[in-house]
């Protein structure tokens, strides 16, 4: 099922002075104010996103630790294969 993406318009306030910088900013990259704040929220969203699998990841880390003999073995094992390999 496809899904209607139409856009909703809100009100943000804005002091002058952010807003002023979005605009030259926006006129800079040549796209309107809106595509601009768009491009913004989405990238804040991916950043927070980011941490919070970063987040998660740490967590499970801490719920189950890596095994330190596993990890040195396989430490071993890279640094002989590594070398070898053709970057």
Request: glycine share 2%.
């Amino acid at each position: 099922m496809v899904r209607n993406k139409t856009k909703k318009i809100i009100q943000v306030p804005m002091d002058e002075d952010l807003l002023e910088r979005i605009d030259a900013t926006a006129g800079i990259v040549a796209e309107s104010r809106a595509a601009f704040i768009r491009a913004a929220c989405q990238q804040r969203l991916k950043n927070f996103e980011a941490k919070e699998r970063d987040r998660l990841y740490m967590e499970g880390h801490q719920r189950h630790p890596e095994d330190l003999d596993w990890a040195e073995s396989s430490a071993k094992l890279l640094s002989k294969r590594l070398p070898k390999e053709k970057w």
